[in-house]
């Protein structure tokens, strides 16, 4: 009788221990945990006050199929994956390409795919048409990107061919890079295709597209820690759901994504 209680006993403990196992890590118990830097049209920004975007909206109905409550932490962009990391937040979504880098520190649930465009002040005064073109001209990035590493990478490119370095203009956040463009700061800025049409729909008589796009199936994803397997599974479950009732297409609609950015 002992012997069959002993064995009962452990049957429990393990079905405990699994049920635990498969249990989302959760920085607050009912709450999905982001952090997020809210400075990337048409992702993440600030209107009114109010933090809105695609990932906004993305973001609060993962967490309610999830049975979770929204809770975004705001933050700067260079801080969103070490916030992760220090177990801070529960997942990262503010614009995060998905790079090697990324991957060796944390997993991705992949969303949304966009390509790299270069943006010009209305008019296009310095005639820019492409990556090369950049060469002797003052261009901006946002920091610490990778439109920051992009802009990096060409004006190498541009001193290995004899010419002039991209003079380059590092500034915290999409929004400033926009805002330097206007102002003449800058002769162009390197950033996404989704980012520039974002900016010509808001300021059509501010902002000039002066290249194809490039680069056009890099991966946005969801940050989720290595170690959170069972939320990563939750979040990508909602988010097929949401793909085949048409809620996913419907947000690509309201904020202006083209529909090859899709990743269904």
């Known amino acids: 009788m002992l012997a069959r209680i002993l064995i009962a006993a452990a049957g429990l403990v393990t079905c405990v221990t699994l049920a635990n196992a498969q249990e989302p890590k959760l920085v607050e118990a009912g709450k999905l945990t982001w952090g997020s830097s809210p400075t990337f049209a048409p992702f993440e920004f600030v209107r009114e006050g109010k933090p809105v975007g695609f990932d906004i909206d993305l973001v609060d109905e993962l967490a309610k199929r999830s049975g979770l409550a929204s809770n975004m932490m705001g933050m700067e962009f260079k801080g969103v994956v070490p916030a992760l990391l220090g ?141 959170n397997g069972a939320l990563k599974a939750k979040l990508d479950a909602a988010l097929q759901s949401m793909a085949k009732d048409g809620t996913y297409a419907a947000l690509m609609k309201k904020w202006n994504l083209p529909a090859q950015a899709s990743v269904f």
């Open 87 to 227: 177990g801070r937040v529960d997942i990262g979504v503010s614009g995060l390409y998905i790079t090697p880098e990324r991957l060796a520190a944390v997993d991705f649930i992949p969303y949304v795919l966009v390509g790299n465009q270069i943006v010009v002040k209305k008019g296009n005064p310095k005639k820019v048409s492409g990556p090369t073109t950049l060469c002797g001209l003052k261009a901006g990035a946002a920091v610490n990107t990778a439109f920051e590493a992009s802009t990096k990478k060409l004006s190498e490119e541009c001193k290995a061919a004899g010419k002039p370095e991209i003079d380059i203009l590092s500034l915290p956040g999409t929004s400033n890079v926009a805002a330097a463009l206007a102002q003449g700061r800058i002769d162009a800025a390197l950033t996404s295709t989704a980012t520039i049409a974002a900016m010509i729909n808001e300021n059509p008589d501010t902002y000039d597209i002066a290249s194809e796009p490039f680069d056009v199936t890099t991966k946005v994803g969801i940050a989720v820690g290595k170690d």
